[in-house]
């Protein structure tokens, strides 16, 4: 004798009816685009070692409009990730760390990591270090 367990029927979308569940997989997704632009960056390491033609062929595909819209988009949605995980972060430390320092601390240092990393990375590109 076989039972059938009763199965919830469940939208596709059932993501989409609640904002945490929506941005949550709003954030989750923006990896697979982040991992799409980091191949492209490989791709262009790859025609980097092949020569100059190679290397002036993958810059004026990087100027075609389809290609900036692609790195503003994923520049987009990397901020958006950023700022989403900094905010989840105080919530899913330790107890013991969440009674020494408060929430907000947590979210501005951060900030501030973020800022001092990107001002680095800046300085070396701009300085050539």
Known sequence: MSRRPY?????????MDHPYY??????????VV?????????AGLV???RGEAAWNSWLALQANPLMILFSVVTLGLTIYHAVTYFEMTPRVLPQQIRKMVKDHVVNKLMYVGLAVCSAVILAASVFGL
Do not use: H
Request: charged share 25%.
């Open 22 to 31: 929506r941005n949550y997989m709003i954030r989750e997704s923006s990896c």
């Open 47 to 49: 025609q980097l070692v």
């Open 7 to 15: 199965v919830r029927p469940m939208k596709r979308t059932w993501y």
């Open 34 to 42: 982040d991992g799409l632009y980091a191949l492209n960056l490989f």
